[in-house]
């Protein structure tokens, strides 16, 4: 697979850091071969940050691994999170999304892969309805750590 720019909840980051394995092999593949996106505005940096601080989850390769991305020049990309408002009235009123999860769908509209990978994959976050309507209205696909981690491994 060539070089893309995931999206990556917070939720993956824990997840790494309380030793699933397919989420450190998941950051570990991005590390080598591909970068992150985050939004300018820092709302996803923040979220990272605060996950690292966590002193139940001082977990040295979570904050390895953002350190390491920070110092490549193409480690980590950053994107105005835009979502057209129409997109995001439907997204939080009729689906239930809520707005801490819209940041990463406005990142996934600037960037040209659309992918988002999370484990919050329930009612509230990025439920099934959610999922459908982000593929078949702005084109972004969302996957669970274990589809990412596959896709991410592609040569």
Known sequence: MSFVRWVVDACVLYQAAKSNL??????????????????????IED??????RETSLQNSFVKEWFIDLNDRPCGIYRYASRVPSSNKQHLCHSLGMRDDDLVYVGVACQTVDKTIVTEDLGPGDFGPSACQYLEEKLNIAVMPIVEAYKKAQLP
């Open 47 to 52: 979220q990272y940050s605060c996950l690292i």
């Open 22 to 43: 397919d989420a450190v092999g998941f950051l570990c593949a991005i590390r080598e071969r591909h970068g992150i996106a985050l939004d300018q505005e820092g709302v």
